[in-house]
């Protein structure tokens, strides 16, 4: 089953941060990239630029409107993100909880909805 | 492989052999792996155009051979070149092929054998079940790794890699290419068969895509479990395995609507059913049920059997079928057979009963987010015609469902639902004033 890891973290506060502090927070996830790999569960997962570059679209009777940033002023914004193929749920989380970024900010583990399905 | 699909059978029907004979001769399961794979592929692409060799099995285990020894050869270069002599000094690298040749003849008895075999290290107790699944698929069913990715709906690196430490674990265990040990050997078929039940039901699962190029994992779970089936013909559950998948199977042209929406199995047309599936599943339950002692797949497909024997859905035996269920409870009792018990019960002894099963279950952690305990619910409702309950039951279910067209289902049954709940709403309202 496939999970979405969003990776949230506060923009402000990882600007801020000493380059050495942003180093082992990097170094740290891309170890746990490397495992995912190694044990195949990775499926793909990138960075993000940051969320001043987003552009946000609507379009309401036919009228799209863009503004710039993200849809919500949270103080938190989503960073990256990664997918996972696991055996659980619960392997899902155990990978999250291991993510830097939970210490600091949080993750958010989603299912992927499978286009398979059984007749009930 | 992109072959005739004669030579693609053949080829499937050998790898397993090959793989065992160079195995044996060789050992390295990891890196003889690899050598099938390629000389299978070789054979894809020559055969067509050359033609087929005289001795087929023994081109490949040829072809195969000299791959493996090459590779040993140049890795033990390198591992000479890159490391310090303190180091252990690995097996020297084998004869050349040539050798092959000769002990050929003794080994082709064996070859069957060897499949089994090959299914009892792929399904190492050790390896997670995605990864026993994959090595199977390659192993013994003679996937090639994109084909696998492909019907797994992950990325060929990504299967690749899992493939690659699925073996590093085998060789980590020190596993050996033999039979389990008698002991064991009970407790290992039970896993090759849970890996078949796997393989099987990860095929039958109806795509809403259209990814028509997905490969038929059904088709090689059934095809694999045949293999057992005629290595191991004495054994109930091997019998009882092929017997549930054939009958379910059969219902596959019944299953999806337009557009890939479910059709759930009260409402299938039974004339597409696939009688041929259905009759040499019954016939494979009743001889096993009679001579062989009882086991869940057994029972599984005896309950199959019920509804396949059901000419309509409502002349479907369903005390038969709780009898069956009561039977499988007792003998490998989890919260999804007691769900399936819950649906004969409410079709028996009417809903009531069957909720208070379902409330057992809810403090049962194995079945949290198990959309299917509100679809049951749901069903149960309906059963009572209490229709908004219903039609909460099945959007809560909706809610919790990670497959598309499982969601779409019960979405727009609940939709089905509310409206008719809002009809009987207003007819009543009208009918008291």
Known sequence: ?120 | MRTDAGTEHLLRELAPQVLGAVVRRYGHFDAAEDAVQEALLAAATQWPVEGMPERPRGWLVTVASRRLTDQLRSDEARRRRETAAALAEPPGPPGPAGQAAAAEDGERASGQDDTLTLLFLCCHPELTPASQLALTLRAVGGLTTAEIARAFLVPESTMAQRISRAKQRIAATGARFAAPPAGEWASRLRVVLHVLYLMFNEGYAATSGGETSRPELTAEAIRLTRAVRGLLPGDGEVAGLLALMLLTEARRPARCGPGGTLVPLAEQDRSRWDQELIGEGLALVTGALTTAPLGAYQIQAAIAAVHAEAATAAETDWPQILALYDLLERISPSPVVTLNRAVAVAMVHGPRPALDLLAALETDERMAGNHRLAAVRAHCHELARDHGAAADEYRAAARTATSIPERRYLEAHAAQLAATAGLARAAGTVGGQ
Do not use: H
């Open chain 1, 1 to 120: 089953m496939k999970y979405l890891l969003m990776i949230y973290q506060n923009p402000a506060t990882w600007q801020g941060m000493p380059e050495s502090e942003k180093k082992a927070f990097m170094d740290e996830a891309g170890a746990i990239v490397d495992e995912l790999i190694a044990s195949g569960e990775w499926v793909g997962g990138e960075g993000l630029a940051d969320p001043s570059t987003a552009a946000s679209v609507r379009v309401r009777d036919g009228v799209p409107a863009v503004t710039d940033g993200p849809f919500a002023e949270a103080k938190e914004q989503v960073v990256g993100y990664c997918i996972v193929d696991c055996e659980s749920r619960d392997r899902a989380i155990e990978i999250a909880i291991r993510w830097p970024d939970a210490r600091r900010w949080g993750m958010e583990v989603r299912p992927i909805l499978s286009p398979d399905g059984v007749e009930m």
